[in-house]
């Protein structure tokens, strides 16, 4: 599995202003099952989850008390986006396209 190996930056867990987000993306894996979805920045965006075999995005935001906001972020349009491997470029490129598409 090609994953960001390591981190460019320090992973952070805090509200993401509006906007575009920095990529490329950085995937750390927490387990078999799910990886971390971080901006360039180290902003946490989302995880990838298996989910019956295919890898799912979920979405991730935090509000201004840093509280998460679970399907919500900077990347909420690109929720349940689906993956058959949770290769770093192409995840980077398929999450961030779509939201270059949706500006």
Known sequence: MP???PPT????????PPGPVAGPLQLLPINAAVVSVHTAT???VGSLKLV???WKFKAMGYDA???MEPGHGPLTDQHNMQFA????AEV???LLGAQDDQR
């Open 3 to 5: 994953l960001s190996q």
């Open 9 to 16: 930056s320090t992973p952070t867990f805090a509200h993401v």
């Open 42 to 44: 180290g902003a946490h």
């Open 52 to 54: 019956g075999g295919v």
């Open 65 to 67: 008390a840093g509280r």
């Open 85 to 88: 491997t949770p290769d770093a």
């Open 92 to 94: 980077s490129a398929r």
